[in-house]
């Protein structure tokens, strides 16, 4: 079997000089699939996605994008890499308009960005209306799609969501979903940590469950949906 | 008549000096609050580099009056400022690359930067001190008035004289220009808007790959020439001496504060409220009351609430004032 395009392979690790989170924990990401890591309270699921993107230090086990390793390079160097990461609060520039937020995205890239930014505002049509208005004014499912055309002006190869449908109504989630999917068509490959599992699993080519940082349950979204440990222990219900 | 040279007088003893001032301070504080922004910290060393910076302009100044050169009716300091600007940057820039950035890497805590800055503050306290003396230093040369006292008397047939200095006329132009470019800089550059993305959220603007080094480089630049400018103003205006400049830091943070750290528009607004304040406060209003008031109603004493003597705590008291109702100031900024 080839390698997937994303890996965190056997990752193990922590913040600062703290005690190790992840156990040797594998996340991986095909191109164009959407792969969403879920689990308990405390799993380690953000702090997973973190160690892939290069925010806590990988003690052992590596990261590769697309066979390169690039487990010693810094968050701000895997951006130019074409990954991007939406974190899970304060991901928008909240005084700046939400133009200037997709300008600020793209603020690597030296070549025109207005087709990218016309993809971003088909992708999400209110922003096109509202693109003047300051970021922070606007209703928690429009920031998240603030913060997710911003991490798209860079023409990402991977997009990292961390929770970005937390505190949203379950309509904008459906909608934000639907949206996702879309950018997963584009061929961008979707690497997501979720708090409403059944929803997320539904979309999912790939699922994650972590327990205590280490890998409990591994397929695709479907089988996990049907696997009656998982939904035993921990989707709920029967 | 009576009603008109009440104006005269009220616009000739507060409105004008304190537009003025307030335009020094509000340049002042357009600094503290650009380097609270990006930077994260409050910087002591402010009212020090203003007098760095007029230093430096002060000696190029004389050097160019003793060579003749004159932009007459203009002061000479005006064509020294570019230099001193750019010394005062380079200041600035040296001193981040040897003091401030060794904190920044360790990730250090706002307050220690602010003791850094304090530390940064005594030594160009000392520096200034060395180099220029510490008398009362003039360099302002040109044309003295655009509109004298004694002219405007004969030209309206009023008792009351409005004097209109050069030195004042000339603050509130290159403040208004001084403002236009800065809010032209951070609302339509790249780079300014990287500054203003790096000040709203750091972590997200390093994911977007700014480059906290640059914007900080820029950051000081700006600094410096506000700090500069108002520094130069300000000695042009009144004098230089570097004991002042020191004083005027507690105006100057409670501009910034007052109008909500971080915020430039809040800068602006703070410094006219404080230099209004303290101006109206220190005034003796007798002559405007004597004008205005029917003969028997006219005052004995000179109607003046505060001494000027007590103008630090005109400052000091809006700063509490505002710090107790309003702590992120009259325009949304930062909480301190």
């Avoid at chain 2, 020094?24 to 007098?51: C, E, K, P, W």
Wanted: hydrophobic share 50%; glycine share 10%; aromatic share 10%.
């Amino acid at each position: 079997m080839s390698e997937p395009f994303l890996i965190g392979d056997r990752m193990s690790g922590g913040y600062g000089q703290g005690p190790n989170i992840l156990h040797g924990c594998t996340i991986a990401v095909d191109k164009g699939q959407i792969a969403v890591i879920v689990g308990p309270n405390g799993a380690g699921k953000s702090t997973a996605m973190k160690a892939v993107f290069g925010m806590l230090d990988v003690r052992e086990g590596a990261v590769r994008l697309d066979g390169e390793d690039i487990t010693a390079l810094t968050p701000q160097d895997r951006v130019g890499k074409g990954m991007a990461f939406v974190p899970q609060t304060n991901n928008i520039f909240t005084s700046m308009t939400v133009e200037e937020n997709l300008e600020m995205g793209a603020f690597l890239r030296e070549d025109d960005i207005s087709q990218t930014m016309a993809q971003v505002y088909e992708l999400f049509p209110i922003l096109k209306d509202k693109r003047r208005q300051a970021a922070g004014e606007l209703s928690g499912g429009q920031r998240q799609q603030v913060a997710v055309g911003r991490a798209l002006m860079t023409q990402p190869t991977v997009l990292m969501l961390d929770e970005p449908t937390a505190g949203v109504s379950p309509i904008v989630m459906d909608e934000l979903f639907d949206r996702i999917i879309e950018v997963a068509r584009t061929g961008i490959s979707i690497l997501m940590v979720e708090q409403n599992a059944r929803q997320a699993l539904e979309i999912a080519d790939k699922g994650y469950v972590l327990v205590q940082g280490r890998n409990a349950h591994t397929g695709t979204g479907k089988d996990l949906l049907e696997d009656p440990e998982v939904r035993r222990t921990f989707l709920g219900g029967t | 008549m009576d009603i008109l040279n009440a104006f005269v007088a009220l616009l000739n003893f507060v409105i004008i000096p304190a537009t003025a001032y307030g335009s020094q301070l509000a340049l002042g504080a357009l600094g503290v609050t650009l380097i609270y922004g990006i930077l994260r910290f409050s910087n002591f060393a402010h009212g020090d580099t203003m007098a760095f910076g007029a230093m430096v302009t002060i000696l190029f100044t004389w050097a160019f009056q003793a060579m003749g050169l004159s932009i007459s009716p203009l002061p000479t300091a005006l064509l020294a400022l570019p230099i001193g600007i750019a010394f005062t940057a380079g200041m600035m820039l040296l001193t981040d690359k040897w003091v401030y950035r060794f904190y920044r890497k360790q990730k250090a805590k706002p307050i220690i930067l602010v003791m850094v800055s304090l530390g940064v503050m005594f030594v160009l306290n000392g520096i200034v001190r060395v180099i220029i003396g510490v008398d009362e230093q003039q360099f302002n040369d040109g044309e003295r008035f655009i509109i004298k006292a004694g002219d405007f008397k004969k030209m309206t047939g009023l008792d009351e004289g409005l004097a209109f200095k050069t030195s004042q006329g000339l603050t509130i132009i290159v403040t208004i220009i001084a403002v236009i470019a800065l809010f032209w800089f951070l609302n339509r550059t790249r780079t300014g808007k990287s500054m203003r993305a790096y000040s709203d959220n750091e972590d997200l603007a390093l994911l977007s790959g700014i480059n906290p080094e640059k914007v900080v480089r820029v950051t000081w630049i700006l600094a410096a020439i506000l700090a500069t400018t108002a520094g130069v103003l300000y000695g042009l205006d009144k004098a230089f001496k570097p004991f002042t400049y020191f004083q005027l830091l507690l105006p100057i943070f409670a501009s910034a504060i007052v109008g909500g750290l971080g915020n430039p528009l809040g800068a602006i607004a703070g410094g006219y409220v404080i230099a209004f304040s303290e101006v109206m406060l220190t005034y003796a209003w007798k002559k405007v009351a004597t004008y205005v008031l029917p003969e028997s109603l006219a005052p004995d004493g000179l109607v003046q609430l505060l001494s000027t003597d007590y103008k630090f705590a005109v400052s000091f008291a809006i700063l509490v004032i505002v710090l107790i109702f309003k702590p992120t100031g009259l325009f949304k900024g930062k909480s301190v």
